[in-house]
């Protein structure tokens, strides 16, 4: 099993950017589509932005579209999500998940485990 490690996150003022990364051990990238999912205090974790195992395709929330761009290096087992123009409701707990199977709208409880995330914060 792929294990993912969240970092990057921070503090950051609105209309600020960030860029986050999600590292993974234990198996390659290569076979799996990657998803960036979030969760804000007292929400439901929420899918941002996917990318196929090539690259090729990538698929975005609309909350966060035109703002944020997925993106991924499976030579160096990395994913990564460029966050630009940021708002203050994007402040949540940042995750990063795989799965062998690249479905957009897929849900958080498809995935069985997660790492600790990465916290974003952005402020008025």
């Known amino acids: 099993q792929v294990q993912l490690v969240e970092s990057g996150g921070g503090l950051v003022q609105a209309g600020g950017s960030l860029r986050l990364s999600c590292a993974a051990s234990?198996?390659?990238?290569?076979?799996?589509?990657m998803y960036w999912f979030r969760q804000a205090p007292g929400k439901e974790r929420e899918l941002i932005a996917a990318?196929?195992?090539?690259?090729?395709?990538?698929s975005y929330a609309d909350s966060v579209m035109g703002r944020f761009t997925i993106s991924r290096d499976n030579a160096k087992n990395m994913m990564y999500l460029q966050m630009n123009s940021l708002k203050p409701e994007d402040t949540a707990v940042y995750y990063c998940?795989?799965?062998?199977?690249?479905?957009?709208?897929?849900?958080?409880?498809?995935?069985?485990?997660w790492g600790q995330g990465t916290q974003v914060t952005v402020s008025s």
């Open positions: 998940a795989a799965d062998p199977t690249y479905t957009w709208g897929t849900s958080y409880r498809n995935f069985p485990s």
């Open positions: 234990g198996h390659t990238l290569r076979s799996y589509a």
């Open positions: 990318i196929s195992w090539s690259g090729v395709s990538t």
